[in-house]
């Protein structure tokens, strides 16, 4: 199977600019976002930092999502938040200077429960023991101990 990745940018070509607050994925700001064609599979979005429409139709942040490319389109023209159920990866990502606490387990499945219940995932730099049990038994992706990087 072969991959292409190509990197997007609203405004200004050849720069990759990350969002650092959420946004609209229709937003004419300037943010990046990568685009991956797989062969034999409908082109798809990574985007950072977007606002999701969730089941019921309220809307949620989401840290990391990718989203068919024709949703994507979709979403640009009709100035709408992607439908939760044209969210095929996303994952809710938290850094922490203590241990992740028991009420972040609970908000990231109840957002599974809005936005996706499979193939969504928690990233972060913290570890907790009563976590990973909690998030062990409805089979929701999870990992620790995750360091971002830092600028020098």
């Not at 606002?51 to 490319?69: L, M, N, P, T």
């Not at 979403?75 to 200077?97: G, N, Q, T």
Request: glycine share 6%; charged share 20%.
């Amino acid at each position: 199977m072969s991959t292409a990745v190509n990197f997007e940018n609203v405004r200004q070509p050849n720069t990759f600019v990350f969002p650092t607050a959420p946004r609209s994925l229709f937003s004419t700001n300037n943010y990046s976002y990568a685009q991956i064609r797989f062969t034999n599979c409908p082109t798809v979005e990574a985007h950072t930092n977007i606002y999701v429409s969730g089941r019921s139709q309220v809307r949620h942040e989401c840290d990391v999502a990718v989203v068919e490319k024709a949703e994507a389109e979709t979403c640009r023209a009709d100035a709408v938040h992607p439908r939760s159920s044209k969210i095929l990866m996303a994952v809710e990502c938290k850094v922490y200077a203590a241990t992740l606490g028991i009420d972040e387990a609970r908000g990231f499945l109840g957002l599974t429960e809005e936005i996706r219940q499979t193939d969504r995932f928690l990233a972060t730099n913290a570890n907790s023991g009563d976590v990973g049990k909690m998030l062990a038994k409805p089979r929701r992706g999870w990992a620790t101990g995750l360091v971002p990087m830092r600028k020098s």
